[in-house]
Antibody
Framework: QLHLQESGPRLVKPSETLSLTCAVS??????????WGWIRQPPGRGLEWIAT???????YYNPSLKSRVTISVDTSKNQFSLNLTSVTAADTAVFYC????????????WGQGILVTVSS | EIVLTQSPATLSLSPGERATLSCRAS??????LAWYQQKPGQAPRLLIY???SRATGIPARFSGSGSGTDFTLTISSLDPEDFAVYYC??????????FGQGTKVEIK
């Protein structure tokens, strides 16, 4: 049974870097069959794709966030991570990690999400 | 950049009624279009992928159709558990991914 679990600080100060990790169990991130991605959802609003990574290290970023985002994968720990720099209150959101099908590119399994609040 | 526009923003229906949700892309996305259901406090759940394929465990009352720029999610007969927010999602050729702004299906 595939399980994705987000972890990281739930409170980040403005101008600092938000760092999250997604631990994967029940599947390997070192696979050609899936991408691994991050999505966020501000309170009361819709979903926004942030970034995606392939086991090979190929990365894809939302153009609106690209200058502040880095996604990475650690195959030895079977996890992938997100860094978002220079955060503001507008970055307050529930952050989800998810598995993405390589062919159809839909998000088929999601973590439960982690609420990260940006506040001093 | 491809933009997805969902309509209507809110759909007010009664249990047993048919729901028809629309998703329009600003450019053709072939058939790389998915639909998700999200209930309050929960992660989204994949319903439909590749425009018309139901995900594992999704009831037959959910169906998807369309290609190119116009897509539809149909719920043939609303069950009380179907009142939720629905999102469409695309993958472009670059590849990049994007979500529509959502349609809320509420009880009339």
């Amino acid at each position: 049974q595939l399980h994705l679990q987000e972890s990281g600080p739930r409170l980040v100060k403005p101008s600092e870097t938000l760092s999250l990790t997604c631990a994967v169990s029940g599947d390997s991130v070192n696979t050609r069959t899936y991408y691994w991605g991050w999505i966020r959802q501000p309170p009361g609003r819709g979903l926004e794709w942030i970034a995606t990574i392939f086991y090979s290290g190929s990365t894809y970023y939302n153009p609106s966030l690209k200058s502040r985002v880095t996604i990475s994968v650690d195959t030895s720990k079977n996890q992938f991570s997100l860094n978002l720099t220079s955060v503001t209150a507008a970055d307050t959101a529930v952050f989800y990690c998810a598995r993405q099908d390589v062919v159809g590119a839909h998000f088929d399994y999601w973590g439960q999400g982690i609420l990260v609040t940006v506040s001093s | 950049e491809i933009v997805l526009t969902q309509s209507p923003a809110t759909l007010s229906l009664s249990p047993g009624e048919r729901a028809t949700l629309s998703c329009r892309a600003s450019q053709s996305v072939s058939f790389y279009l998915a639909w998700y259901q999200q209930k309050p406090g929960q992660a989204p759940r994949l319903l439909i992928y590749d425009a018309s394929s139901r995900a594992t465990g999704i009831p037959a009352r959910f169906s998807g159709s369309g290609s190119g720029t116009d897509f539809t999610l149909t719920i043939s007969s609303l069950d009380p558990e179907d009142f939720a927010v629905y999102y469409c999602q695309l993958r472009s050729k670059r590849p990049l991914w994007a979500f529509g702004q959502g349609t809320k299906v509420e009880i009339k």
